[in-house]
């Protein structure tokens, strides 16, 4: 779960309405580990379709035969598009966090907004945004 101590992440909660797969979510389940992997049967199977957003699709896809498990795992996610009305509220948030890293920002967006618990392993990055802007996020590890 949650690193223990920091101001913007809680445990999982009855809060969380859904999952956000960062790219640390996406590259475990390409590297096919088992963790993972039963995560997501288990999510599929309780009918929560994770959400991956666009920008960590492009970060972690390169189009080759290698990533047959990561296409496997995106056929069953629901790829959230970077329109502009996201676009604009996620670069508000890296503005009010201070940081460049869009990618970030989109999954903290998209997580805030819809009260996801964000899969990832970059928990310290994505916290801080959060507490940015005074919110707290649910982070585990994939």
Same mark, same amino acid.
């Given at each position: 779960m949650g *690193?223990?101590?920091h101001p913007a992440i809680? #445990? $999982? &909660? @009855?809060?969380v309405t859904g999952v956000t797969y960062d790219s640390g979510a996406l590259i475990a389940a390409e590297r096919a580990e088992r963790l993972m992997w039963a995560r997501h049967r288990a999510l599929l199977l309780r009918r929560v379709v994770p959400t991956v957003p666009a920008p960590v699709v492009a970060q972690c896809w390169?189009?080759? $035969? *290698? @990533? =047959? #498990?990561? &296409?496997r795992l995106l056929a069953g996610c629901e790829v959230?598009?970077?329109d502009d009305t996201r676009a604009r509220a996620t670069g508000?948030?890296?503005g009010r966090a201070r940081i460049t890293d869009i990618v970030d920002a989109n999954v903290v967006e998209g997580a805030l907004r819809r009260g996801d618990l964000i899969i990832s392993s970059d928990e310290g990055?994505? &916290? +801080?945004?959060? +507490? =940015?802007?005074?919110r707290h996020i649910d982070i585990d590890h994939p």
């Open positions: *690193r223990q101590g809680r #445990h $999982p &909660a @009855q809060s390169r189009g080759t $035969p *290698r @990533q =047959a #498990h990561l &296409a959230e598009t970077l508000t948030l890296a990055d994505l &916290a +801080a945004i959060a +507490a =940015a802007v005074s």
